[in-house]
T-cell receptor, first 115, second 114 residues
Framework: GAGVSQSPSNKVTEKGKDVELRCDPI?????LYWYRQSLGQGLEFLIY????????KSGLPSDRFSAERTGGSVSTLTIQRTQQEDSAVYLC?????????????FGEGSRLTVL | GDSVTQMEGPVTLSEEAFLTINCTYT??????LFWYVQYPGEGLQLLLK?????DKGSNKGFEATYRKETTSFHLEKGSVQVSDSAVYFC?????????????FGTGTRLQVTL
């Protein structure tokens, strides 16, 4: 498709398990972002990629969170030893690297529920 | 740090009513300002933006003016429709030159009824 694609759309897991969330950005978009949307809170920045490198990881909440991007395209956000407070909607967005217009294109998100 | 504060919702209006959603910001530099909208079951999408003081962004009947003196970017629409029911997010970007990392507010849910 033409938009940002995320999978799974819904994930229910048990506390302590690892989860992987996938993002497929718009073709040609070299910048990729992960945000988290928790109930009653705004969007919280997690990490962004320029190509395959991540110049800004400042939003990752703990060392249980990691992300990688391969081939300048697909990205995976991994949460190890999940906790209940990790329950949220994880949003991926992409943009043209040097457009600098502020327009990010978002996927529909992956809703994570940790029991 | 940089932050965005917007009015809490939900906001409930009758169709054709006037809408204002307040947004104020704190930033160390000169940000660009945005309103994003999230319709039910869809991803966030850009509604409008303004990149410098006194600019007015507009789209789909919505408007917002970048007010540097009051650090505000309030969203307005003269006559809302049921189809405008959504969550609206105010955001800023400091335009680092190599990315468009956005700082978002908490969102305001708008419910428009007949």
């Amino acid at each position: 498709g033409a938009g940002v694609s995320q999978s799974p759309s819904n994930k229910v897991t048990e506390k302590g398990k690892d989860v992987e969330l996938r993002c497929d950005p718009i073709s040609g978009h070299t910048a990729l972002y992960w945000y988290r949307q928790s109930l009653g809170q705004g969007l919280e920045f997690l990490i962004y990629f320029q190509g395959n490198s991540a110049p800004d990881k400042s939003g990752l909440p703990s060392d249980r969170f990691s992300a990688e991007r391969t081939g300048g395209s697909v990205s995976t956000l991994t949460i190890q030893r999940t906790q209940q407070e990790d329950s949220a909607v994880y949003l991926c967005a992409s943009s043209l690297l040097r457009a600098n217009t502020g327009e990010l294109f978002f996927g529909e998100g992956s809703r994570l529920t940790v029991l | 740090g940089d932050s965005v504060t917007q009015m809490e919702g939900p906001v409930t209006l009758s169709e054709e009513a006037f809408l204002t959603i307040n947004c104020t910001y704190t930033a160390t530099g000169y940000p660009s300002l945005f309103w994003y909208v999230q319709y039910p079951g869809e991803g966030l999408q850009l509604l409008l933006k303004a990149t410098k003081a006194d600019d007015k962004g507009s789209n789909k009947g919505f408007e917002a003016t970048y007010r540097k003196e009051t650090t505000s970017f309030h969203l307005e629409k003269g006559s809302v429709q049921v189809s405008d029911s959504a969550v609206y997010f105010c955001a800023l970007s400091l335009n680092t030159g190599t990315a468009s990392k956005l700082t978002f507010g908490t969102g305001t849910r708008l419910q428009v009824t007949l």
